[in-house]
């Protein structure tokens, strides 16, 4: 969404940010803002190691387009609502060389391999169980009710254990 390809309807110019001056800015390019993103992330992690602080970075999730628009299965359940679909995309849309998400990994992945302190989460994999990215399964919407923010379901029952299970092994 802030870092990733101009996929869908979230230009760069909706975003906002306040600098060091309380002024608010706006951004022109997210290649840019990825970049100084990185490197406070990289600054911070360089901070922090003196004091023996880990970082646990997520990667992204599935982002589903057609949510916005309440088109996703299980959103709008209504029997006169015809443009229901099933919203899914493979693992490799988002991960692949050509992903997505591909340079967002790969720069994060750069900046753990010189970070001992900074963990990377994959929670992509997570959501995309046997290589399928999906918006609902069984039964259960996995995002809320809009393109790219996971479900209380999917926090409390898929997210959440694995990443106890992840700070566990980083201890």
């Known amino acids: 969404f802030h870092f990733g390809d101009y996929w869908y309807d979230f230009p760069i110019s909706i ?12 951004r022109n390019s997210k290649k840019i803002y990825f970049e100084e993103w990185l490197n406070k992330l990289d600054n911070l992690a ?26 996703c299965q299980y959103q709008n359940p209504q029997w006169f609502n015809t443009t229901i679909e099933n919203c899914s995309y493979s ?33 992509l994999n997570l959501m995309c169980p046997n290589g399928k990215c999906s918006y609902a399964d069984k039964g ?19 997210y959440a254990p694995e990443m106890i299970k992840f700070i566990d092994e980083i201890k």
């Open 15 to 26: 975003f906002r940010y306040f600098n060091e001056e309380d002024e608010i800015k706006i």
């Open 46 to 71: 360089k901070t922090l190691e003196k004091k023996s602080v880990k970082i646990i970075v997520s990667l992204p999730t599935p982002e589903f387009p057609k949510a916005k628009y309440k088109q």
């Open 140 to 158: 259960k919407m996995l995002y809320m009710n809009d393109p790219d923010h996971l479900s209380n379901y999917s926090s409390r029952y898929i």
């Open 91 to 123: 693992y490799d849309f988002f991960a692949s060389k050509d992903g997505k998400y591909f340079n967002i990994i790969s720069k994060l992945k750069e900046i753990s391999i010189n970070n001992e302190n900074l963990y990377l989460f994959d929670s």
